[in-house]
């Protein structure tokens, strides 16, 4: 079987903010490049309603992830149904990305770890350890854990493992 390495990639849609958003996420993220801005042309101009020469499709990646920025127009939004997951392997990792991406976006779209960007896109910045966490439902640990959980907006690792001990 070949290699899907790369095969799956998210496509984000964006009105006319594709290489903002892209140079912003890339300016956050280590290890990370835009790697080509395809333009649009005059071919399709009835359908697409986009100037040409400009800025149609960004190819960039984040932290060895691939992702595609779509100049699509205001038809399309993003919403909760769809976030991006940033594991943090402590406290200082959390801050950091709470910080730079929660920066201008919606704080009233912020609880357990979820933010939304100041593109509407939402991120959540968790523990590499929460899942670990939530799976011992015998001895309460996870019951503990989740209603510590429900009441942060980002997450205090800190008193996470402190839930999570008794």
């Not at 290699?3 to 956050?28: M, N, V």
């Not at 960004?58 to 038809?75: Q, S």
């Not at 939004?77 to 594991?87: K, Q, R, V």
Request: glycine content about 8%.
């Amino acid at each position: 079987m070949p290699s899907i390495s790369h095969k799956i990639q998210p496509c984000l849609w964006f009105d006319d903010q594709a290489e903002q958003a892209a140079r912003y996420y890339t300016g956050i993220f280590p290890s990370s490049s835009i790697s080509s801005i395809s333009l649009y042309t005059e071919a399709g101009q009835e359908i697409h309603g986009r100037p040409p020469g400009s800025v149609m499709v960004v190819a960039f990646e984040l932290a060895g992830c691939r992702f595609t920025a779509l100049n699509g127009g205001p038809v399309f939004t993003f919403n909760e149904a769809l976030s991006l997951i940033i594991n943090c392997d402590n406290q200082d990792e959390i801050d950091y990305y709470w910080h730079h991406l929660g920066e201008g976006g919606d704080p009233a779209a912020q609880q357990c770890g979820w933010l939304k960007d100041k593109y509407g896109l939402s991120w959540q910045i968790v523990p590499t350890v929460i899942a670990d966490m939530m799976r011992d439902t015998e001895s309460g640990k996870a019951q503990r854990v989740m209603t510590t959980l429900l009441k942060m907006r980002k997450i205090d690792f800190a008193e996470l493992q402190k839930a999570y001990r008794g």
